[in-house]
Structures are given as structure tokens and as C-alpha cells.
């Protein structure tokens, strides 16, 4: 992978945790919950995540809005740096960053000054047409990226496919006027919570997709379903019992209420995969399968590092307190870090 920014940020801790977390209005306010309920999980799970060092991953877009966590994150991340330098009790502690893995076309709202503002708080990783295993004859210009043509279109999926693998696997940057690529270490546990199943821009739900790839990979996954959202779909598909499949994961529901998906599975059989691409119907099947698999054994499948009956507490539960226990107790267990307190 290549960069053609300027800028270059402190080297990213070892040990990054993503956080797939967006706001569902109507989901939340079902179960009494609302915007700040949100805000408050995030933070108490992020900021002792950060303390240890551990840095964070999200995949937020770069503009303020009450469904974006991106700049909250950038917030407490720079809160959590001023006060570690006031000389306190804590002053010697690594504070961790923020990940921002952006896909083509949404990296090129990220410009230099953007950058360079939140530069000692966040690397922003850009993943290429090319990373995506596009050629340079099917390359969309960048000024051609919002123009809505089949090919752009299809190209920004498959980046923001590829993205999401590459986020998992861990990516090198060669930076210019530097001898030596700087490494982007894998995330090596994710939580996910609500997202959208309908209205989305790839060729799954973004938390479907994402949960794919970490149950692949065997990295620990903390589905908190009871946040409603596609989290809750893959939780309930998670916690049914026998070998159906669940209309969520069937493909033909899936495209009915999406008609964005349906351009993209025509245009699937029109342009090539690049290698390590895949189709929504290939995709969903991958998901089905590991679904499945799951059901026998939650604990194991996910990776939780709790036991049977906490895995199915973290898949449903509501409480935001719990929520957050539940997770902290998971990710001290699955990644070996020190007592998650606030």
C-alpha cells in the first residue's frame, strides 16, 4: 500500500481493538435509550482500552454528525493525552491512538489540514483502488468518484470490502523519503453494534461483513445485539437453534429492500472480482456457514473468552452498564491485557 500524505504519525501500539458502533434512532429509543446512552458505552469502553495502550479502530466518516463517532473519539483520545501530561498519577501511562481505516472514494474528504490537525491522536490508514486488487485500466479518477457511474459505483464496494479485510490482516504504508514501510498492525478483536441493514453501501451490512471477516481470522467478537440494528439480526441468527437459515441471511430478502444492493449483484456479473473479492450471495453463504457452525459452540466460535451463559448475556443485553462489563471481561481474557476498570 502507498500514501502520498506528507504527514506521518507516532507509530500505532501492537494491540488494536475496533469498535463497530453506530446509532440506530428508532432501535434505541424502543428500548428507552437514546443518543447519549450511546456515547456513554463508547467511552467506558474506549478510555480504558486506551490506558493500556491499546489503540482503537473505527471506521467513521470525517464529518461532524450525531451518527458519527469519529470526532468523539478524537476528543477523549486528546483529553486522555492532555491529562497524562499534567504530572498526575498517571503520567507515565501510553495512551493509544485512533485507527481510521478510510476506503476510496471517502479518504479524499480527508484533507492535509484535517490531517495535520489530529495527527498526534489518529493515523489515517487510506485503502487504494489499488489494495483493492483494482487494475489501473479499471480505475475510477478520483475526480470521477462521485459521479454515480457503474464502475465507480462497483469500485468504491470492492474497497470498502477490501478495507475491511486488510484492516483484519494488517497493512504496510510506504512513505516517501522513508527507507523502511510503517506497519499497521491487525485488529485483533472487534465489537459490533447496531448497523444498518437496509440503505447500506457494500455488498453486505457493514456489521455483516465485518463480523465475517473476524470469525474468519478466529479474532474474538462481541456482538452486542441487544442495541437492536443489523448487530441484533446477527445475534438473533446466532442464537437460533437448529440448522435453518434465518430470511436475514437470505440473499433475495436481503436485496429487497435495498435497491443499491441489487445494481451491485448485476453489476457483480458484468465487471470482474479482483482476487479476494466476493459477491454478496458468496459472501452471505461464507456468513451462514460460520452462523451455523457458531450455534454449537458460542463461545468457542466467537471467541469471547466468557463462558456459555455470559456470551448469550452480551448477545442480548441491553444494559449499558452490563454491556460494557461483559466486554471488558471478554478482552482482558481473549488478548492477555490488565483489569479493564474505569
Known amino acids: 500500500m502507498t500514501s502520498s500524505s506528507k504527514y506521518r504519525s507516532r507509530m500505532i501500539a501492537n494491540t488494536v481493538i475496533d469498535l463497530s458502533i453506530s446509532y440506530q434512532r428508532e432501535n434505541l429509543l424502543a428500548r428507552g435509550l437514546g443518543l447519549e446512552h450511546l456515547r456513554e458505552l463508547l467511552v467506558r469502553l474506549a478510555r480504558p482500552l486506551l490506558r493500556?495502550?491499546?489503540?482503537?479502530?473505527?471506521?467513521?466518516?470525517?464529518?461532524?454528525?450525531?451518527?458519527?463517532?469519529?470526532?468523539?473519539?478524537?476528543?477523549?483520545?486528546?483529553?486522555?493525552?492532555?491529562?497524562?501530561?499534567?504530572?498526575?498519577?498517571?503520567?507515565?501511562?501510553?495512551?493509544?491512538?485512533?485507527?481510521?481505516?478510510?476506503?476510496?472514494?471517502?479518504?479524499?474528504?480527508?484533507?492535509?489540514?484535517?490531517?495535520?490537525?489530529?495527527?498526534?491522536?489518529?493515523?489515517?490508514?487510506?485503502?487504494?483502488?489499488?489494495?483493492?486488487?483494482?487494475?489501473?485500466?479499471?480505475?475510477?479518477?478520483?475526480?470521477?468518484?462521485?459521479?454515480?457511474?457503474?464502475?465507480?459505483?462497483?469500485?468504491?464496494?470492492?474497497?470498502?470490502?477490501?478495507?475491511?479485510?486488510?484492516?483484519?490482516?494488517?497493512?504496510?504504508?510506504?512513505?516517501?523519503?522513508?527507507a523502511s514501510p510503517e506497519f499497521v498492525p491487525p485488529i485483533m478483536a472487534r465489537v459490533v453494534l447496531g448497523g444498518k441493514t437496509t440503505g447500506f453501501h457494500g455488498f453486505l451490512p457493514g456489521i455483516f461483513e465485518e463480523a465475517l471477516v473476524a470469525l474468519e481470522r478466529r479474532r474474538p467478537l462481541y456482538v452486542l445485539g441487544g442495541f437492536g440494528g443489523a448487530a441484533e439480526v446477527l445475534a438473533g441468527a446466532l442464537l437460533a437453534r437448529g440448522p435453518d437459515r434465518p430470511q436475514a441471511l437470505v440473499l433475495d430478502a436481503l436485496r429487497a429492500g435495498n435497491p443499491g444492493l441489487d445494481r451491485l449483484i448485476g453489476l457483480a456479473t458484468r465487471f470482474a472480482l479482483p482476487a479476494g473479492g466476493r459477491a454478496s450471495a458468496e459472501a452471505l453463504d461464507a456468513l451462514f456457514a460460520l452462523v451455523d457452525k457458531a450455534r454449537g459452540n458460542l463461545p468457542a466460535v466467537l471467541n469471547t473468552g466468557l463462558d456459555e451463559i455470559e456470551t448469550r448475556e452480551m448477545l442480548t443485553t441491553c444494559d449499558v452498564s452490563r454491556a460494557v462489563q461483559l466486554v471488558r471481561k471478554g478482552l482482558t481474557a481473549t488478548l492477555g491485557l490488565g483489569a479493564l476498570a474505569e
Open 52 to 178: 493500556q495502550a491499546a489503540s482503537l479502530a473505527y471506521g467513521g466518516r470525517w464529518k461532524e454528525s450525531e451518527d458519527n463517532f469519529t470526532f468523539d473519539l478524537l476528543r477523549l483520545i486528546s483529553a486522555e493525552q492532555e491529562d497524562n501530561s499534567l504530572g498526575g498519577p498517571d503520567t507515565n501511562l501510553s495512551i493509544g491512538r485512533l485507527v481510521s481505516h478510510c476506503p476510496w472514494p471517502e479518504y479524499l474528504e480527508v484533507t492535509p489540514r484535517i490531517e495535520a490537525q489530529w495527527i498526534n491522536c489518529c493515523r489515517i490508514v487510506r485503502v487504494t483502488q489499488q489494495d483493492a486488487g483494482i487494475g489501473a485500466p479499471d480505475q475510477v479518477p478520483d475526480g470521477e468518484a462521485g459521479n454515480g457511474s457503474d464502475r465507480a459505483v462497483f469500485n468504491s464496494a470492492l474497497t470498502l470490502s477490501a478495507m475491511r479485510r486488510l484492516a483484519m490482516d494488517g497493512m504496510t504504508i510506504d512513505l516517501p523519503g522513508l
